[in-house]
């Protein structure tokens, strides 16, 4: 799975038209709309941890888990002293709580992060471990559309007065990965940038094959969205958000 060594640095940088308002009443929308509010919730992949903020300041008690060290620790120190978040440094794939939570998110694209359907398969079978049952689990992954056609091979620079970022892409049409060399240029002094890169990859998987995978860890569909519209996705959606169904009716830590 990709890491986010040299990345955390930089991240929020990178994420800062992501709409995290917008995005958390989206989510609080869909639950309210398919289930109910919930008054708990896992944010898998949580990043620095802004949506996870966002939502508790809603008034819901947030477990933000994260793989990435250096990302937890900027977000942790961004919520020194407050009690309604809890940040757990695991892997995705090793997700374990110290109890139930009433539903769970993982937002921008991170579930792409992870290149086998193996992997994916893991991280539903734990989510159905630490959702309760009937709870709901709304993801969002990038299409296949998109990496053939917007990420492809292609180029892209992020240009700020003291920052850039310039993220190569070659893609693999076979797997529908994409790997993505970002190097990042940050002023130390005026006119004297420091250089450093890092490596990310993210592959694609068709609808079919994600519910397959939900099916197989007891997930039943709910609705699929053309990311934070009401649309249903279509032949170009870049981003597909997912809602989904813990249909296990029990616990079982061997399953």
Not at 3 to 17: I, P, Q
Not at 95 to 123: K, M, P, Q, R, Y
Not at 234 to 243: F, G, K, N, Y
């Amino acid at each position: 799975m990709s890491g986010y060594t040299v990345f955390a640095d930089f991240y929020d940088r990178l994420t800062e038209d992501v709409e995290y308002i917008r995005r958390a009443e989206r989510l609080l929308t869909l639950f309210e709309r398919h289930r109910k509010r919930p008054a708990s919730l896992l944010d898998l992949a949580c990043g620095t941890g802004t949506l996870t903020r966002v939502l508790a300041d809603e008034g819901v008690d947030m477990i933000g888990v994260d793989g990435s060290a250096d990302m937890l620790s900027i977000a942790m120190e961004r919520t020194a002293g407050r009690d309604d978040l809890l940040f757990l440094e695991q892997d995705m794939r090793e997700l374990d709580l110290f109890g139930t939570v009433e539903g769970a998110v993982c937002i921008l694209d991170s579930l792409n992060h992870l290149l086998s359907t193996a992997d994916i398969t893991e991280v539903f079978r734990r989510l159905s471990l630490f959702v309760e049952p009937k709870g709901l689990v709304i993801f969002d992954v990038n299409t296949v559309y998109k990496h053939q056609h917007i990420l492809g091979n292609n180029s892209f620079v992020l240009e700020q007065d003291d920052f850039m970022c310039v993220w190569r892409n070659d893609y693999h049409p076979r797997t529908h990965t994409v790997t993505q060399v970002l190097d990042f240029f940050a002023e130390e002094v005026p006119d004297t940038y420091t250089r450093a890169t890092d490596v990310v990859r993210e592959r694609a998987y068709s609808p079919a094959t994600l519910r397959r995978l939900l099916a197989a860890a007891s997930f039943e569909v709910v609705a699929v969205y053309d990311d934070l519209s009401d649309d249903a996705p279509c032949d170009t959606t870049q981003r597909e958000l997912w809602v989904v169904r813990n249909m296990t009716t029990h616990y079982d830590t061997q399953k």
